[in-house]
């Protein structure tokens, strides 16, 4: 899967790893942090969060316009870091109970601009790695690879930002409760006409708390609480330090995927490497690129509910405690030796594996499953976990099943059977409607506790459902994922008109971000109507799309191999 492949591969890699690292540390707590400091309702936060996502997804296309006629692709990547960083920064500032929400305003203005610059440019430029006809026949695989460096970020994210939650809550003397934001802003609004229920919530942070103080205690809480996101915010400036350590430092390894079509021109040992299109093979190009932007939209608005409705579902409609065989999944420190064990156990066994391999693998799977054993006696009979711990399923799940996508894929392609781009994104909307399918079924039994019902707190708990609900969402969606995502990429990277390379990375982004802007029409109908009605909307939508793909399939197909 590694081999034979460009080193400028593995740069961009690590530097994509470190600024998604980041990025989904801060995804993984915004919408709480919004709800939590702010007071706002699931509409509201979504309506933020989508704004917020449409940029950071749209302005990709002004990043790929400037990459390709004025600065090239490396010194638009660099830019884009140091931006970032200073957006990071911003939001990273803590400030008081319903303040400073202008500065968050900036903060996600300046963040969505530095992405805009660095995202895109970067996928042109491991496109560009593959143009050389040596690695040509592996780019949807260097895809595969770069993916995988996205998510092995997004895997740690949610665990660092629950570990520096409950670290900062502690230097308070707090522990986290989804209960608490809710109740503490209705409470100081004035709006929660009966607050026994809730001093009793409060008195298991804090005893001495009495009716007359639980004002005090409700701003403190809910100060100490958004501290820890702000702290939680910072993360990422770390991490962009690390990606811009290893994106300047090991230039030389892309050096020469780092020339536009218009530096080509301008250099005269360059012109014999440009490809001339005619203007109808341009216009094929895009006008497919275009019909694929538009079926992909309907993908990450179906997928990107994983910050907003899942993260409620998950912090609302869930069990919030597990016993210790299913901690194991959402401890990552669990979780990561049982994988490496597998993973020992397949070099083990496999028929390719020769002695020395086979008794590493041997080695490997003996010494993870003692640390995965010894991590499971640490834990107690009853563990809590916090919402956004599901959120490394996914990536998890990204990681763990990527080289058995890229085995099938590569077994297909060498019996002439692989589907082609297109069609595996038709195959990837039929499996995320599958996803929704799944949460569907699983809300049967909260009828009558949609979330306009229960007035926007948690469910009961005898109404809790388990979290093997959304795992098996995750997993779902994640097998979508690698049918959808990496291989639109790769089809973005092959199809794009040389001239338009950044700026058709850009257009494949800017599709995402209305994706994601749209991801407020179920987060606006989750106060509305009923839970299976919400996930009902997206099973629709994703299966209108794969018939949509399905029906311009020929057109497609016959662009790509032209």
């Not at 707090?174 to 006409?193: M, N, Q, S, W």
């Not at 915010?233 to 350590?245: E, Q, T």
């Not at 994922?481 to 040389?498: A, D, N, Q």
Request: charged letters at 15%; glycine letters at 8%.
């Amino acid at each position: 899967m590694l081999k034979d492949h460009p080193r400028g591969l593995f740069v961009a890699f690590f530097a994509n790893m470190g600024e998604r690292f980041g990025f989904y540390t801060m995804i993984a707590i915004f919408v709480l942090f919004l709800q939590a400091k702010y007071g706002y309702t699931p509409g509201q936060a979504s309506q933020v969060y989508g704004i917020f996502l449409f940029f950071v997804y749209f302005l990709p296309l002004l990043g790929g316009f400037l990459a390709d006629k004025v600065l090239g692709y490396g010194k638009t990547i660099g830019i884009g870091m140091v931006v970032m960083f200073v957006g990071y920064l911003m939001l990273a500032i803590p400030t008081k109970m319903n303040a400073g929400f202008a500065l968050v305003v900036g903060a996600l203005a300046v963040i969505s601009l530095g992405t805009g610059l660095f995202k895109g440019n970067l996928q042109a430029l491991v496109g560009n790695l593959y143009d050389d006809p040596k690695y040509s026949k592996k780019r949807d695989i260097a895809f595969n690879i770069f993916y995988m460096g996205i998510n092995i970020g997004a895997m740690f994210a949610p665990t660092t930002a629950e570990a520096v939650s409950n670290w900062v809550l502690a230097k308070f003397n707090f522990v986290y409760d989804a209960r608490i934001p809710a109740l503490a802003h209705k409470f100081v609004d004035g709006e929660l006409t009966d607050a026994s229920k809730y001093l009793d919530i409060a008195q298991m942070q804090d005893p001495s708390v009495s009716l007359s103080s639980l004002g005090q205690f409700s701003t403190d809480y809910i100060d100490a609480l958004s501290r820890s996101y702000h702290f939680g915010f910072g993360v990422a400036c770390i991490s962009l330090i690390a990606s811009m350590l290893i994106f300047w430092g090991f230039r030389k390894y892309y050096k020469s995927a780092d020339f536009t079509e218009k530096q080509k021109a301008a250099n005269a040992d360059m012109k014999d490497q440009m490809i001339t299109l005619t203007p109808k093979q341009t216009k094929d190009r895009l006008t497919a690129l275009g019909l694929v932007f538009f079926v992909v939209i309907f993908f990450w608005m179906a997928f990107h509910q994983n910050g907003l409705t899942l993260t409620f579902f998950a912090r609302d409609y869930t069990q919030s405690t597990v016993g210790k065989a299913t901690n194991l999944f959402f401890d990552l420190f669990g979780l990561l030796p049982i994988f490496l064990s597998v993973i020992g156990l397949v070099f083990l066994f496999r028929k390719q594996s020769k002695g020395k391999t086979r008794l590493i693998g041997g080695i490997a799977f003996v010494v993870f499953a003692v640390l995965a054993y010894l991590r499971y006696t640490t834990y107690a009979d009853v563990n809590p976990f916090s919402p956004q711990k599901f959120q490394h399923f996914n990536p998890f799940f990204i990681v763990a099943l990527t080289p058995i996508i890229v085995a099938i894929f590569s077994y297909l392609n060498r019996v002439n059977r692989e589907p082609s781009a297109p069609k595996k994104i038709g195959i990837g909307m039929l499996i995320t409607s599958l996803a929704f399918v799944i949460m569907l079924i699983g809300s049967l039994s909260l009828m009558g506790y949609s979330p306009s019902e229960i007035g926007g707190t948690v469910a009961p708990v005898d109404k809790l459902v388990s979290p093997y609900w959304l795992i098996s969402t995750y997993f779902t969606l994640t097998v979508a994922e690698l049918f959808l995502s990496p291989m639109g990429i790769s089809f973005v990277s092959k199809v794009s008109p040389p001239k338009y390379k950044g700026l058709m990375q850009g257009g494949w982004l800017a599709a995402t971000a209305i994706g994601n802007y749209l991801i407020v029409v179920p987060g606006s109908l989750w106060d509305i109507i009923p839970l299976w009605g919400v996930w009902a909307v997206l099973v629709v939508l994703c299966i209108l799309s794969a018939i949509f793909i399905f029906s311009i399939l020929k057109r497609l197909e016959r662009t790509t191999s032209s």
